[in-house]
């Protein structure tokens, strides 16, 4: 007997999905009306600490634990090559949800750092780990970032800013809080027609030039399933 599990499932899967696609735009909005900092609580109270919250959904916890680890190596590779001083250097980490760029910058001996992200969610927990680093809910693409710092990552992050304006604001933003000298670690698919939902927007390198135009940008290389790349603030 054949089983019609298989084809229905494929014609059941796209009915689904655009059904969740059309309810989070109820809900969050979308383009300028879009509420990350609401899209995000939600996420984030429901996942917790599990990958699958600032990950992907719909892999498996083990299927993203192994994705991460290989992004760790990545970004401490791409730090490393710049030739940061990870124990002298004062960092800021935008979208440090679950803290997992926090845990990867102590176990390379950073001792300042300061984390921020749109929903405050997790802090409290991230406080209690990570007793001798900073967290505070601040939203980069609407908020002045407070101090100036060495070192600026923002990993998975700018293409959940999804109004030009507002992508605009948070790039000089970050520019004018970065130390002459200091290093912009960033990630993005590159590629203007990858995505382009009520949550996700994305950008080619040019957007980028356009926000750092005197700025040294460094060859980019695979990142997740998009690519990390610096850009060096001149002194």
């Not at 935008?94 to 926090?102: K, P, S």
């Not at 980069?140 to 923002?154: L, P």
């Amino acid at each position: 007997m054949v089983s019609i599990k298989s084809p229905l499932r494929k014609i059941l899967h796209p009915i689904r999905k655009n059904a969740i696609t059309i309810g989070n735009r109820l809900r969050y909005g979308q383009g300028a009306t879009y509420r990350p900092d609401k899209y995000w609580n939600d996420r984030l109270t429901q996942y917790g600490f599990d990958k699958r919250g600032v990950g992907n959904i719909a892999q498996s916890v083990e299927e993203n634990n192994q994705v991460y680890t290989e992004a760790r190596n990545t970004f401490l590779a791409v730090c490393q090559e710049s030739s940061v001083d990870f124990n002298q250097t004062r960092w800021l980490d935008i979208g440090c949800g679950t803290g997992f760029y926090a845990s990867a910058l102590q176990s390379a001996g950073v001792k300042d750092y300061t984390g921020v992200d749109i929903t405050d969610t997790l802090m409290p927990e991230l406080r209690r780990q990570y007793s001798d680093y900073h967290f505070e809910k601040l939203d980069v693409s609407t908020q002045e970032i407070k101090g100036r710092y060495d070192a600026i990552i923002m990993i998975d992050v700018t293409q959940h800013i999804v109004d030009p304006e507002k992508f605009s604001y948070a790039m000089q933003n970050i520019h004018q809080h970065l130390n002459n000298g200091g290093i912009f670690v960033v990630t993005s698919w590159l590629d203007a027609s990858a995505r382009d939902s009520f949550y996700e927007k994305s950008r080619s390198q040019e957007a980028y030039q356009r926000e750092f135009p005197n700025e040294v940008f460094s060859q980019s290389r695979p990142f997740r399933d998009k690519h990390i790349f610096t850009i060096h603030k001149s002194i």
